[in-house]
């Protein structure tokens, strides 16, 4: 979770940004949430912001335009886990889900078991590795023994609540069975006390002046680049075609820190650069070093081989993971680790190789990169790589 900050500090653009790189915005006592963002409060008067979509919209508007959204790891046992959770913390089905109550972490894994009719060791295994990414991702929150659900649940729209009872009045109980091992860090109580407060109007300012009609399409335009895998044709959305509509676009980016990102008849978005340079929200240094390592096995020499072009970030040309041990002096579980935060970050992408045993590539996020941005990890890139060369010379000398 991120540190709690007083929001005086936090404008509103940079608060957008920490939300969406960190997860929820924690906030102090009885402090208000940033305009355009959720606040859910504890019993303490503390809570969380969330940013809230335009319109009440959410990703699932992508299905409707066929445009794949952002791949989760083991999407489906990360579904079912988390629809195990919800059969365990959602005890009052008359209330809404959030915050429920708190279930132990052997609760929830029988009732996974319980609804996929399997108990090996691998299931198990597929099933804690997805407490730990639904933790991560502020979905649960698990530690002590317990799971409780998280802050994003809180984010459900209020008209899917009769669906997700139906959802939880079929699915099976946990059996008897305890699974009795902790699986994540120890993580702070959280009383059951709880309000959601969601704004009103959001984005109507910008919005308002718009038909019906071409207030939908910015909206979906707006959760594709925000949401969608890759960049997306402007061929299908018409709010990326039109510049009047583009520039509507553009200012409910801008106002969560956001910029749209152009390609070849394709946009995505990005964060602003100079809201990005404060969000202070860096992968740690391990992370750093695994991934300036597979940059430079899977783009800068392929690129200094001429069979990768200048300007791409994409790369068909695998790290294996045999090559990070034997460039690195970390222990295997950091190393993994490493690996694990940087694919829930869409920082790197693991991918397969034929017969051989494949590797990584970076991800999906390196679309997203503003042109600014690109420089700057080019420059970097050389650095690293080549630290000695008249290149690496002529960037430090450009820097001073």
């Given at each position: 979770m991120s540190e709690v900050r007083p929001a005086s500090e936090v404008t509103t653009e940079l608060a957008h940004v920490r939300a969406r790189a960190a997860g929820p915005l924690a906030l102090e006592a009885d402090a208000p949430a940033p305009r355009g963002m959720i606040r859910l409060a504890r019993g303490d008067g503390s809570g969380f912001a969330l940013p809230a979509w335009p319109d009440g919209a959410t990703p699932a508007v992508l299905e409707e335009y066929q445009v794949a959204p952002v791949q989760v790891e083991r999407s489906g046992e990360t579904r079912r886990v988390l629809a195990a959770a919800l059969k365990c913390c959602w005890s009052d089905l008359t209330a809404d889900p959030w915050p429920g109550a708190p279930a132990p972490v052997d609760d929830v894994l029988a009732a996974y078991r319980a609804l996929i009719g399997r108990g090996d060791d691998l299931m198990r295994n597929w099933a804690v590795g997805a407490l730990r990414r639904l933790h991560d991702s502020a979905w649960l929150v698990v530690g002590d023994g317990l799971v409780r659900l998280g802050p994003r649940c809180a984010s459900w729209p209020a008209e899917s609540h009769a669906q997700l009872r139906e959802l939880v009045r079929r699915l099976p109980a946990p059996g008897a069975e305890a699974a009795g091992l902790d699986v994540l860090p120890t993580a702070g109580a959280a009383g059951t006390a709880a309000s959601v407060t969601v704004p009103e109007a959001v984005d109507d300012d910008v919005l308002g002046p718009l038909d019906e009609r071409r207030?939908?399409?910015?909206?979906?335009?707006?959760?594709?680049?925000?949401?969608?895998?890759?960049?997306?044709?402007?061929?299908?959305?018409?709010?990326?075609?039109?510049?009047?509509?583009?520039?509507?676009?553009?200012?409910?980016?801008?106002?969560?820190?956001?910029?749209?990102?152009?390609?070849?008849?394709?946009?995505?978005?990005?964060?602003?650069?100079?809201?990005?340079?404060?969000?202070?929200?860096?992968?740690?240094?391990?992370?750093?070093?695994?991934?300036?390592?597979?940059?430079?096995?899977?783009?800068?020499?392929?690129?200094?081989?001429?069979?990768?072009?200048?300007?791409?970030?994409?790369?068909?040309?695998?790290?294996?993971?045999e090559e990070l041990r034997r460039h690195t002096m970390m222990p295997i579980g950091e190393l993994e680790a490493a690996l694990r935060a940087l694919r829930h970050a869409g920082l790197l992408t693991q991918v397969k190789a034929g017969e051989e045993a494949g590797g990584y590539v970076p991800g999906p996020q390196f679309h997203r990169l503003t042109g600014r941005a690109r420089r700057r990890l080019q420059e970097e890139l050389i650095l690293a790589a080549g630290p000695n060369t008249p290149l690496a010379a002529a960037v430090r000398a450009k820097r001073r």
């Open positions: 207030r939908a399409e910015v909206v979906a335009a707006f959760m594709a680049v925000e949401h969608a895998a890759e960049p997306v044709h402007e061929a299908r959305f018409p709010a990326l075609r039109d510049p009047a509509l583009r520039r509507v676009l553009a200012e409910l980016l801008q106002r969560r820190g956001r910029v749209l990102v152009p390609g070849r008849e394709v946009w995505t978005s990005g964060y602003a650069d100079d809201v990005a340079a404060e969000a202070g929200t860096a992968p740690g240094e391990a992370e750093r070093a695994v991934l300036t390592l597979v940059l430079i096995h899977s783009v800068a020499i392929p690129r200094a081989e001429g069979v990768l072009p200048a300007d791409s970030w994409s790369s068909p040309f695998p790290t294996q993971v």
